[in-house]
């Protein structure tokens, strides 16, 4: 879970998005995508894939630590 919160701050930033606008394109709560960020709580591979596909990441990349 380290990495994938890792990769997907990093990418939010690097597209200079805010938590709670990726929230909303995501579909998921702000609360649920900072927990993600700070690598808190077990979020389900639904929400996970929801997040990572808006940033245009791919989920099975980062989590094979490929990214």
Same mark, same amino acid.
């Given at each position: 879970?380290?990495?994938?919160?890792? #990769?997907?701050?990093?990418?939010?930033?690097?597209?200079?998005?805010?938590?709670?606008?990726? #929230?909303?394109? #995501?579909? +998921?709560?702000?609360?649920?995508?900072?927990?993600?960020?700070?690598?808190?709580?077990?979020?389900?591979?639904?929400?996970?894939?929801? +997040?990572?596909?808006? *940033?245009?990441?791919?989920?099975?990349?980062? +989590?094979?630590?490929? *990214?």
């Amino acid at each position: 879970m380290n990495e994938i919160g890792k #990769a997907i701050k990093t990418r939010r930033k690097m597209l200079n998005i805010t938590q709670r606008t990726l #929230a909303e394109l #995501a579909g +998921v709560s702000i609360n649920t995508l900072t927990k993600i960020e700070r690598e808190e709580g077990n979020p389900s591979l639904d929400v996970l894939e929801k +997040v990572m596909e808006t *940033l245009g990441l791919d989920i099975k990349i980062v +989590v094979k630590g490929k *990214l």
